[in-house]
Structures are given as structure tokens and as C-alpha cells.
């Protein structure tokens, strides 16, 4: 088993900047890919990001590029998302997940391990 807990969500500024935190406990976290998603309300959840067991190999999703950074450190057993230049549309609960398969990284069904969510909200 591995527990997943995220912080660092909250209220920002459109143009602002947030860093999520992932923090994993149980089975060695570099054993695991792990990715960000999020959802909005009455929106499908999606990858925003993901990042391979030795931090290689990194995805974005195309509205994010250039924006947001994924980040690990195995040492210190947590994943973090660097979040600049926040729009609007970013206002999400973002997920952190872990995924025993270090491929398929782009599906939610790759992943087995979730964290109960952060609320990141944008105003204009």
C-alpha cells in the first residue's frame, strides 16, 4: 500500500503561482510513477502532469506546457507541481497518484494509489 497526501492548494490571483506538494508513505516511492491530475466540477478528471520512477521521461498536458513543472524528489519521498502563471481554467482539485507501471503514464488507469485531493482556485 502507499498513502498519497497533497498540500499546498489554494486561492491565487489569475498570473499567480502555487507549488503542490505529494508526500508518500508505505512502499518505496521510487518504485512508482507518479502523476498529477485534476478535475473541475462537471469535467472529467485529467492528466496534467507525469513523471517516471527515475524522473525521466516527463508529460504534460498541452494546456499546461510551459506553465507547470513536475518535479520528485525519491529522497524525500514527495512529488511536487509547480504551478505559474495560473489562469482561471486551472481552478481544479488536483490529485496525486502513483503507478506501479513506469508507461501508459497519459491514463488514469494506470494508476493504482490516490490521494484525496487539493482545491486550487483562480479568480480573474
Known amino acids: 500500500q502507499v498513502q498519497l497526501v497533497e498540500s499546498g492548494g489554494g486561492l491565487v490571483q489569475a498570473g499567480g503561482s502555487l507549488r503542490l506538494s505529494c508526500a508518500a508513505s508505505g512502499r518505496t516511492f521510487s518504485s512508482y510513477a507518479m502523476g498529477w491530475f485534476r478535475q473541475a466540477p462537471g469535467k472529467e478528471r485529467e492528466l496534467v502532469a507525469a513523471?517516471?520512477?527515475?524522473?525521466?521521461?516527463?508529460y504534460y498536458v498541452d494546456s499546461v506546457k510551459g506553465r507547470f513543472t513536475i518535479s520528485r524528489d525519491n529522497a524525500k519521498n514527495t512529488v511536487y507541481l509547480q504551478m505559474n502563471s495560473l489562469k482561471p481554467e486551472d481552478t481544479a482539485v488536483y490529485y496525486c497518484a502513483a503507478a506501479g507501471l513506469d508507461y501508459d503514464l497519459e491514463y488514469s488507469r494506470t494508476y493504482n494509489y490516490w490521494g484525496q485531493g487539493t482545491q486550487v482556485t483562480v479568480s480573474s
Open positions: 513523471i517516471r520512477r527515475n524522473g525521466g521521461k516527463i
